[in-house]
């Protein structure tokens, strides 16, 4: 490697670095952000287990073990539409405009959004993880496969977050990305085994369960979190991953250099 070369990649890192903590600075700025989002997922997290939770079999599981790990898995999902919105926004207020006269990286700019959105998900996570464990829910497998499938929840979110990216660079409208990023997470939320077993569904749904992203990431989860065979459901998974993220990641680096071009 050439001094070029090595200079040139320690200039898109430290880029990234700067877009990261640009991104990350905005919660801090405007912490209402943050404070709405734990506060979303807060309610809806009580709503589900004590409004629907005794009313739905779960094979004798109480209803938060069977469905806490599941609603991690919704939190990066839904997360992702926050992303779609918060690229919108920055090409409505122009500041892409101002980003393209300064000497930086292309990817720097999409990527230190990513980043910066990971740290959210783990946030989120953890204090899901609390209140959780608040109301009764506890890691039966031990530490170890817990750590493992929050770590398997953050790829999940990461290959999300491109699509997220993607539908706020095509849209450049906050109103427009807040319906276009929810149209297309709640066929994948509500029709997967995150709320009820699969088996409960019509068999018409039970095919597009079965083939729906999120149903081997909650499967691989809760397997993690109770303890069970992850040998059907990892794979699906981490092949949903790299694929959503081979398809999307290039749409979304063609599309904003387009757009910045």
């Known amino acids: 490697m050439n001094m070029s070369t090595s200079s040139k990649i320690n200039n898109t890192l430290s880029d990234i670095g700067i877009m990261t903590q640009r991104n990350l600075l905005r919660y801090v700025r405007l912490p209402q952000l943050m404070i709405a989002n734990i506060a979303l997922n807060a309610v809806l997290l009580l709503l589900f287990n004590y409004v629907f939770g005794g009313a739905i079999r779960t094979g004798g599981i109480e209803y938060i073990q069977f469905f806490l790990p599941g609603f991690m898995v919704q939190t990066v999902v839904f997360g992702s539409t926050q992303t779609s919105v918060g690229m919108a926004d920055d090409f409505s207020k122009g500041i892409i405009d101002r980003f393209r006269s300064l000497p930086i990286s292309r990817s720097a700019f999409l990527t230190g959004r990513v980043i910066a959105d990971v740290a959210r998900y783990a946030l989120l996570i953890a204090i899901i993880i609390a209140i959780g464990s608040a109301m009764g829910f506890r890691f039966e497998n031990g530490a170890v496969p817990a750590l493992m499938g929050v770590a398997l929840i953050i790829l999940f979110g990461i290959s999300l977050t491109w699509v997220g990216v993607f539908i706020g660079i095509s849209v450049k409208d906050i109103e427009t990305a807040q319906v276009a990023g929810f149209v297309w997470v709640f066929p ?52 949903w991953d790299g694929s959503i993220i081979l398809v999307f990641l290039p749409l979304a680096l063609n599309r904003y250099k387009l757009m910045t071009q």
Not at 189 to 203: D, H, K, Q, R
Not at 209 to 227: E, F, H, K
């Open 188 to 239: 994948l939320v509500f029709a997967s085994s995150l709320y009820v077993p699969i088996e409960t569904m019509p068999a018409w749904l039970q095919v597009f369960a079965q083939i729906n992203p999120v149903t081997p990431m909650v499967d691989t989860m809760r397997a993690l979190s109770l303890g069970g065979s992850i040998s059907s459901s990892l794979w699906k998974t981490l092949v």
